[in-house]
């Protein structure tokens, strides 16, 4: 039986990559950071917490990383565990390097030392691209990013190069523009949108206060997007990928679907409220994922008025849960 460890199996894509890997007879273990609440509500919803061995360990501490390699003896490790929220990122710029950068550097480190062959799976992102210098941003696109996430990200992503170049590992790196499902944090903006047109709709709040709604993203499906990191590791030769839709679209176009979905205006609840602006903008991100079209055979199934609905009706769900509880 194939064994794959996931970092951050307990966010969004870690919930969904696990099953993934499940479906396809893997068996899988997460790392799991200690807090002092419960965060496997995500594995819940997935009905998959008992499927999964958690071995607990952080990573800012290579001794636990060595740890979670030793027990686990996985072929693959895929690092989705990350301080993932731009925002915070620019309260916390230390501790974003040391999670989401440093990181990287730790659990390269405890595959290299312990088996070199495993392969190897990093999580980067469309934010490093931040100031775009092209229109439609590809593999090839140079980067320029504008928050200390994107900058952490940006080390993590030439680290993952650099141990593929320089040991020769099986590591590879996806570009991942923004993608979204009712698991996503509640911090982002398409979910904070969701439940908040769901509250509206159900009487619970008057209104949405958002930042920058003139911002514009690529945003797609994290159940499509797992499909790729997974298909990444199945290829002979490890590479980086763009993996996007190639569509882009404002918040406030966002905002619309997801009002409209329930017969409301927009208009009428959104708020812009200068908290939350940010001290550097990614004004847009279009992404070109040809590379993976072709060589990858991935594309994405999931428009962005699917996926948008499917939060809504997810957050109309549990609202209405809340308010009968
Ligand atoms: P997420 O929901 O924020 O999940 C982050 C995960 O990292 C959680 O499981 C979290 O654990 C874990 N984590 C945080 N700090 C840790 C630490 N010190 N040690 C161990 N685990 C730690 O993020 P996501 O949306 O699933 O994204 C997955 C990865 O892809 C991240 O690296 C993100 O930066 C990257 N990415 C995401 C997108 C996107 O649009 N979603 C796009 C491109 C790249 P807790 O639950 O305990 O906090
Ligand atoms: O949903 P967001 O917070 O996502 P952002 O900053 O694009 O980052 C996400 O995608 C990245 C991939 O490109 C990931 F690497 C990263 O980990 C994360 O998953 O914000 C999207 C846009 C921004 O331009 C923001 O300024 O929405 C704008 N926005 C407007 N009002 C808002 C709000 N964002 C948030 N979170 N909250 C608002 O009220």
């Known amino acids: 039986m194939k064994k794959a ?3 951050g199996i307990t966010g969004q894509d870690g919930a969904y990559l ?5 479906e396809k007879g893997y068996k899988v273990y997460g790392l799991l950071a200690r807090r002092s609440t419960n965060t496997l509500w ?3 919803y997935l009905g ?3 499927d999964v061995e958690l071995i607990e360990g952080d990573m800012t501490d290579l001794s636990s990383l060595i740890r979670a390699i030793k027990i686990s003896q996985p072929k693959e490790v895929y690092n989705l565990a990350a301080q993932s929220f731009v925002g915070t990122s620019w309260d916390q710029p230390l501790l974003t390097a040391q999670v989401t950068g440093l990181g990287v550097a730790n659990i390269l480190e405890a595959i290299r030392l312990t088996d070199p062959s495993i392969r190897f799976y990093q999580a980067s992102t469309s934010e490093m691209f931040g100031l775009i210098q092209e229109e439609k941003q590809s593999e090839t696109t140079p980067f320029y990013p504008r928050s200390p996430y994107g900058v952490a990200k940006l080390y993590g992503h030439w680290l993952t190069v650099n141990y593929r170049e320089s040991f020769n590992m099986h590591a590879s790196s996806g570009i991942l523009f923004n993608h979204e499902s009712p698991l996503r944090g509640i911090e982002f903006v398409t979910r904070k949108v969701t439940d908040g047109v769901a509250r509206i709709k159900l009487g619970v709040e008057k209104e ?3 930042g920058n709604i003139d911002a514009k993203r690529d945003w797609g499906f994290a159940g499509d997007y797992v499909e790729a990191m997974w298909l990444m590791l199945q ?3 490890p590479d980086d990928y763009v993996i996007a839709t190639g569509r882009t679209t404002t918040v406030r176009d966002m905002c619309k679907i997801a009002f409209e979905y329930v017969g409301l205006n927009y208009e009428d609840y959104v708020v812009i409220d200068p908290k939350f602006y940010r001290p550097a ?4 991100l279009l992404g070109n994922p040809t590379k993976a079209m072709q060589k990858l055979g991935w594309k994405p199934k999931t428009t ?3 996926l948008i609905t499917m939060m809504v009706d997810a957050d109309l769900e549990r609202v209405r849960k809340e308010v009968n509880a």
């Open 48 to 50: 998959i917490i008992k």
């Open 235 to 237: 290829q002979e030769t």
């Open 304 to 306: 962005l008025e699917e």
């Open 208 to 210: 949405l206060r958002l």
């Open 281 to 284: 903008e990614v004004d847009v």
């Open 5 to 7: 460890l996931i970092t």
């Open 18 to 22: 696990a099953n993934l890997l499940l």
């Open 42 to 44: 995500r594995l819940d």
